[in-house]
């Protein structure tokens, strides 16, 4: 079968790296697989893959998505489409031709990624979402509930030896000083245990700005604190295989790409006791330890059990990643979702043969906000994590 992913782009992030996933995977299963973005490449994903990729060259707009991918789509004709968090060629749905089976794929939990999903759905031959937490949002205003299958992400991970007997009490954070990532949590959380006595390093990655980087270095022994900025994945497993916890402090957390790589390296994960996908991923005590949501005290406690107690979770925590997580494992969940659907009568959409109208992006309300007030709001939100996690959906409003 002639099978396509369409992504946003290759400028990293959780889509594009399942998307490449499930291409190789596709494509070793003897399918004629395709990966293809609106915007131009960044050169991210590379080459010499077994799968064509393949790019629209939009700008950052991408206001001519929706035609440029209607002539793509009769220039390259498909079986099936799976599109990828790419609101600008939303609006093609309904009039693409009843030869291609359309799967909306729904990569988080805020209502701007799946509402399109709602109103499509006539025109969907699938929809799947890459957790549970993620499809309990939209599934009770289906029409027909068995249109949406949940398919849990995987990945590729690198080889890797047995457990590292000598590994230091180094922590990761992967959230930059993003406050819906719990970036204040950490400047907490560090706090708590230097108090406690903690004598190891945390590795921090993500963007930061000058600002925050400065309330960084006024930390006590912040000189155990490296802060790495935007990195390759190749070197946040590499820190993972020596450090012995990730901090996973999001309010919000659809799946947890970054739970499952650093978990294949080693690395025990400490977390919130929220709503997340991280719930899915991690058993408490087993895998992973969780503590109240804003309690950083107990969190401390948490982080110093799991650097005291190490090899009594390692083992478990690299085999479940690895055994569970995998991008062939996944691959089985897309392999059965493809043989259902291609069974499907065809959809005579409602819009076919009609030129498509171009993409108006929308602007976010926060965003004309003053950037010194939209600073004071993230201070404020980032620094009350009950609060925080009560907002998590208003993301992109």
Not at 51 to 66: C, G, I, M, N, T
Not at 234 to 258: D, H, T, Y
Not at 355 to 370: C, D, E, H, M
Request: hydrophobic share 40%.
């Amino acid at each position: 079968m002639k099978l396509c992913w369409l992504i946003p782009d290759d400028r990293g992030g959780g889509i594009a790296s399942v998307a490449l996933s499930c291409c190789r995977q596709a494509a070793k299963a003897g399918h004629k697989t395709t990966l293809l973005m609106l915007l131009a490449p960044t050169g991210w994903i590379g080459t010499g893959h077994n799968f064509r990729v393949s790019s629209l060259e939009l700008s950052d707009s991408a206001q001519k998505a929706p035609e440029a991918l209607l002539q793509w789509l009769e220039e390259n004709p498909q079986d099936v489409l799976f599109l990828n968090g790419c609101g600008q060629a939303d609006i093609i749905i309904p009039y693409l031709p009843p030869s291609i089976k359309c799967v909306y794929v729904v990569h988080d939990t805020a209502p701007r990624y799946w509402q399109t999903a709602i109103s499509e759905e006539d025109n969907l031959e699938s929809i799947f979402a890459i957790s549970e937490t993620v499809g309990s949002k939209f599934r009770s205003q289906l029409k027909q509930t068995t249109k949406l299958s949940v398919i849990l992400n995987g990945c590729v991970f690198p080889e890797r030896s047995e457990p590292n007997s000598t590994r230091q009490n180094e922590l990761i954070f992967l959230g930059g000083d993003n406050p819906t990532k719990g970036a204040f949590d950490a400047i907490d959380l560090w706090k708590k245990l230097v108090k406690l006595g903690f004598p190891g390093k945390l590795h921090w990655f993500g963007h930061v700005t000058p600002e925050f980087r400065a309330r960084i270095e006024q930390l006590q022994n912040s000189e155990r604190i490296h802060v790495y900025g935007r990195v390759k994945r190749e070197l946040i497993f590499s820190a993972a295989a020596s450090a012995k916890v990730l901090l996973m402090l999001s309010r919000v957390e659809p799946f947890g790409m970054a739970t499952i790589e650093a978990m294949s390296m080693g690395c025990i994960p400490v977390a919130w006791d929220i709503d997340t996908g991280t719930q899915e991923i991690v058993t408490a005590n087993k895998t992973g330890l969780f503590a109240p949501l804003g309690n950083t005290q107990i969190l401390a406690h948490k982080v110093l059990d799991a650097c005291e107690n190490y090899h009594a979770f390692s083992a478990a925590v690299i085999k479940h990643a690895r055994a569970n997580f995998d991008e062939a494992v996944m691959w089985t969940g897309y392999e059965s979702l493809i043989n259902r659907i291609s069974k499907l009568q065809p959809i005579e959409r409602s819009k076919r043969g009609e030129k498509p109208t171009a993409y108006q992006p929308p602007t976010p309300r926060f965003q004309v906000l003053p950037t010194s007030v939209r600073s004071a709001i993230r201070e404020f939100v980032g620094q009350y994590p009950r609060l925080g996690y009560w907002l998590r959906d208003l993301r992109g409003w």
